[in-house]
């Protein structure tokens, strides 16, 4: 629920600075964010974590085997991550921060129905319910905002 909160408070901020600041566009936005993110969480992830990385580097090249299919896998992933949010600022740049955020939960829903149908995860009854509630939710809010037609102009066509 916090990480929802946040990256709704992201896109509201970050559509009023694209508003604001009209000489930036949603990718020199998301490159400016990732640089002052990069500045301020590095000490902070340093010190959180920084003495389980070596660990962790092992366990990863273990478990993977092979070290150049781990870095291969790195770098692919960091690839599609840098992709998605490139993408993501550049869609911001056209929609509002509302229904942004619709189309980002109703893409956590289709990640997880995929996950279930190509891997056979489990779906617990309150993972179904929560899916079930995103669903019905973007239903009522596309339902919500399409745009009728006035009663004037009906008539004036008759």
Known sequence: MISNVGFVLRNIFSKRSLQNFKEVDGLNMYGWITILSFIYLFPVAVFVEGSQ???????????????????????????????????????????????????NTMKRVVVIVATVLVFRNPVRPLNALGSAIAIFGTFLYSQATVKKPKKEAVEKKD
């Open 53 to 103: 990385w070596v660990a962790g580097y092992h366990k990863a090249l273990g478990t993977i085997g092979n070290p150049n299919t781990f870095y291969l896998w790195v770098l692919i992933s960091g690839i599609f991550y840098h992709l998605y949010n490139q993408s993501s600022y550049q869609a911001l740049d056209d929609i509002s921060p509302l229904t942004f955020s619709v189309g």
